[in-house]
C-alpha cells in the first residue's frame, strides 16, 4: 500500500516541477517578443518530454544519487516511509513557491527533503561530507559560473554585432493614448474629462519590440536569429528535462515492481502537464521581471544554461536548471544595465528558504506517516 502512495507522491512532484521549471528554458522566447506564450510553451512541452525519455540512457547516477544513497545508510534508503516523506517533502515546497509565483530549485527542494527525512528515519545519522560535495558544492557553483560566462559570452556576441555592422532597429509604434483635459461646464467652472488623441513613439523596450537590422551570409540577421533562438531554448528544456526527470524517478527505486523506462516516461507526462496548466505565474517572473531580453541576450542566456546543464547530467553532479537560468539572465541583466534588482533579491531570498523549508516539510511528514 505505502509504494502505491509513493509512486502518487512521486507523479505529484513530477507536477510540481513541471509547473514551477518547465517554462524556464523558454523564458527568453517569451520575454523578447520573439513568440507569444502558447507556442513557447508547446516548444518546452515537447523538448522537455525528449529530455526526460532521454535520461533513461544516460542519467543513472542521478537516479543513485537522489534515492539518498551516500547520504544516508543504505538500509534507510530501502524504506519507502523514508522516500515517501522526501517526495511529500520536497513537492510541497515547490508547489507552494509555483503558487506563489518564485520560480524555486526542485533540486534544492529534494535535497532539502532527503536531509529533513533522513535526519528522522536515521536518528541524525547523516554524512554530511557527502553532503557537501556531492550536493552543495555544484549547487554553490553552478550559479556563479553561469552569471560569469553568460556577462562575458554577451559581451563577446554585442562586439561581434558591431564589427559586422550589425545595427538595432527601431520601430514607429502609431497609436491612441488618453488624458484627462479641463474643459468649461455650463456653471461657469472647470471640469475635468478624458480626452482621446493621436500618439507617435519611436522607442526600443517595452512599446516597441527591438530588432536587428542587416544580414550574415546573404541571410537577414533577425531570421537567423530567431532560428538560433528557438534551438538554443529547445536545448535548454531538453537539458532541464534530462537533469530533472532521474532525480525525482530516485524516489522510486524501492518499487521493484515498476519498470524503469516506464517510470520515467510517467514522471515526464506529469511534468509536461504541470508545465500545461500551473506555469503562468512564474513564467512571467522568468520571462519579464528579471531583465529586459532582445534576442541575442536570450540567445546567450540559453546557450549557458543548456551547456552547463547539460554537461552537469552527464556526470551525475545534481545543479539547478533553475539556478543556473536566473543567474544567466542576471548575468545579462549587469551587463545591459537593465537588472531588476528587487525581483532578484526576492528569487535569492527564495532559493534560500527553499532547503529549510523542504526539511522541515519532509520531517514533519515522516513524523505523521508512522504516527499513522
Known sequence: MIEIILFFATLFLAYSNGANDNFKGVATLF?????????????ATVTTLAGSCFSVFIAHKLVIAFSGKGLVATSVTQMPDYLLAVGLGAALT?????????????????????VGSGFMASDANLNFGALSKSFLAPLIVSPVVALTVAS??????????QYLGITKEYCLCVGKTHEVVAVA??????????????????????????????????????????????????????ARGLNDTPKIMGLLIVVTALNLQVSMITIAVAM?????????????????????????????????????????????????TTHVSVSALFGIGLVNKKANYGVIGKIILSWVITLPLGALLAGGSYYIIHQL
Open 31 to 43: 520575454g523578447s517578443k520573439t513568440t507569444g506564450y502558447k507556442p513557447a510553451l508547446i516548444w
Open 94 to 114: 515547490v508547489f507552494i513557491a509555483t503558487l506563489l509565483g518564485f520560480p524555486i530549485s526542485t533540486t534544492h527542494a529534494l535535497i532539502g527533503s532527503l
Open 152 to 161: 562575458l559570452l554577451y559581451i563577446l556576441f554585442r562586439s561581434a554585432r
Open 185 to 238: 461646464s455650463s456653471r461657469e467652472s472647470l471640469a475635468l474629462m478624458q480626452a482621446e488623441k493621436n500618439d507617435l513613439t519611436i522607442d526600443k523596450e517595452n512599446v516597441c519590440i527591438e530588432k536587428y537590422n542587416g544580414s550574415f551570409l546573404g541571410f537577414q540577421t533577425e531570421k537567423i536569429l530567431d532560428v538560433f533562438h528557438f534551438i538554443s531554448a529547445g536545448v535548454v528544456s531538453f
Open 272 to 320: 509536461a502537464l504541470g508545465g500545461i496548466f500551473n506555469s503562468k505565474k512564474v513564467a512571467h517572473v522568468m520571462s519579464n521581471d528579471i531583465t529586459y531580453l532582445n534576442h541575442v541576450q536570450g540567445f546567450t542566456a540559453n546557450i549557458v544554461t543548456g551547456v552547463i546543464v547539460l554537461f552537469a547530467s552527464k556526470f551525475g553532479m545534481p545543479v539547478s
